[in-house]
Every structure is written in structure tokens, then in C-alpha cells.
């Protein structure tokens, strides 16, 4: 019996072991696909475009393990909920990694037109921001650390409230100019591909949040709701 608890053990360890590789792997996409449009930097954003198959590769191989201990060894409680949550969570960074090559794309097309600095400046503010949760998602990941996930749940309003403002200063560019409406088009897509970003490192958190405690959050998550704030 001991056997098999250590065996479990040493699998469920290999399984997350191979999470956080996947998530240090979908952090730095995010942020070179970011450093990509900022810089106009077409090789970087080529190299982002073609590290994505590792990350799919990665979701599919910890999705392979999970399934197999899960039919082999019968989790229950804490380490089926572990063994759940490391599929999920490796869905929810594959997804990054998709979001993130979309943006490399974007910064392809970007570099070729002409640079609309302020703007540029805004999308990259965004994405520092959004990086920056995605970080502390996977850092709360790795330290199973409660309150900092909560934190980062908490948080989530932030990125809709940069993404509000950059959509009413990209309409407000291609109303006065229409020349800028083809990049401005581009930098709007990038800028919800980094919204949705977001909303992938809340679903981990709230994934952690139910692996340690086995309580989902079930209440709203906070949202920035501009209609509300335009009210006021």
C-alpha cells in the first residue's frame, strides 16, 4: 500500500512539475508577444508564433497523465481535485499561449504600418498589467498561496478598465483620422486578446481556490462596468 501511495505521489509531483514548465512557458509568450508590438519587433513576434506548438503539446501530454492516474490509481478528495485542477489549469495557459500568438500576429501586420506611439504605449501599459496577474497566478500556483490568488481574482476589474479606456481612445483616433483605422483595428483585437488573457489567470485562481479549500467561488467577479461608472 505504501508502494502504491508513493507511486501516486511521485506521478501527481511529475504532473505538476510539468504545469509550472507549461507556465513559465505561457508567461514568457505573453510577454514577448507584448515586447513584439511595443518594439515592432518582427522576429520576436515569429519566435512567439512558433514556440506555441510546445505549449499545446505540454497541455496535451499533462491531460494524457491526469486522465491515465485518475483511471489507475482513483484519486478521491484533495488529490482527485489536484489531478483535475492541473487539467484544467494546463487548458486555461494552452489558451494563453493561442491568445498570445494571435497578438504576435497582430504585431506582424503592426510593424509594417505606421507607428501610432500613444497608442502603443496604452496596448503596453495593458499588457504589463496583464502579465503581471498571470505572474501572480502561477506564483500563487506554485507557493500554494490562497490570498494571493484571491488577489488576483480580485483584481480582475483593472484589466476591464484599461481595455475600456484603450477601445474609447482607439475609436476616438479613427474618428478623427480614418488612415489609422487599419492599425487601430489590429491594436482593438490585440487589446481583447489581452482582456481574455486576463480572464484565463481569474479562472486559474478560482481553479487553485477550489483545488486547496474544495469551495468554489460562486459569487460575481468583480467587473468594471462602464455604463455604471458613466452614470455617476
Same mark, same amino acid.
Not at 493561442?98 to 502603443?120: C, F, G, M, Q, Y
Not at 478623427?176 to 487599419?182: E, F, L
Not at 482582456?195 to 469551495?215: F, K, M, P, Q, S
Given at each position: ?10 506521478? +501527481?509531483?511529475?504532473?505538476? @512539475?510539468?504545469?509550472? $514548465? ?24 515569429? #519566435? ?51 491568445? #498570445?500568438?494571435?497578438? @504576435? ?23 504589463? +498589467?496583464? @502579465? ?5 497566478? +502561477? ?6 498561496? +490562497?490570498? $494571493? ?35 487601430? #483595428? ?47
Amino acid at each position: 500500500m505504501e508502494h502504491t501511495v508513493r507511486a501516486y505521489d511521485e506521478e +501527481l509531483d511529475a504532473i505538476t @512539475a510539468e504545469l509550472s $514548465r507549461m507556465g513559465g512557458l505561457a508567461e514568457a509568450e505573453v510577454t514577448d508577444a507584448i515586447r513584439a508590438i511595443s518594439r515592432r519587433d518582427v522576429a520576436l513576434a515569429q #519566435a512567439v508564433i512558433g514556440r506555441d506548438a510546445k505549449l499545446d503539446e505540454l497541455e496535451t501530454d499533462i491531460e494524457r497523465k491526469a486522465i491515465r492516474l485518475i483511471a489507475i490509481r482513483q484519486p478521491v478528495a484533495d488529490d482527485l481535485r489536484r489531478t483535475v485542477a492541473a487539467m484544467k489549469i494546463s487548458m486555461n495557459l494552452e489558451r494563453c499561449g493561442d491568445l #498570445a500568438k494571435n497578438i @504576435a500576429k497582430r504585431a506582424l501586420v503592426i510593424a509594417e504600418s505606421e507607428p501610432l506611439s500613444p497608442l502603443t504605449r496604452s496596448i503596453e501599459r495593458m499588457g504589463e +498589467l496583464v @502579465a503581471g496577474r498571470l505572474k501572480d497566478v +502561477l506564483d500563487a500556483f506554485a507557493a500554494r498561496d +490562497l490570498d $494571493r490568488a484571491v488577489q488576483v481574482r480580485e483584481r480582475d476589474k483593472e484589466v476591464d478598465e484599461h481595455y475600456d479606456a484603450i477601445f474609447r481612445e482607439l475609436l476616438t483616433y479613427m474618428m478623427g483620422d480614418p488612415r489609422t483605422i487599419t492599425s487601430c #483595428a489590429h491594436l482593438l483585437f490585440v487589446a481583447k486578446n489581452l482582456e481574455r488573457i486576463g480572464d484565463h489567470a481569474t479562472n486559474i485562481a478560482e481553479i487553485l481556490y477550489y483545488e486547496i479549500t474544495g469551495i468554489e467561488l460562486t459569487e460575481q467577479r468583480p467587473k468594471w462596468d462602464a455604463l455604471e461608472q458613466a452614470e455617476h
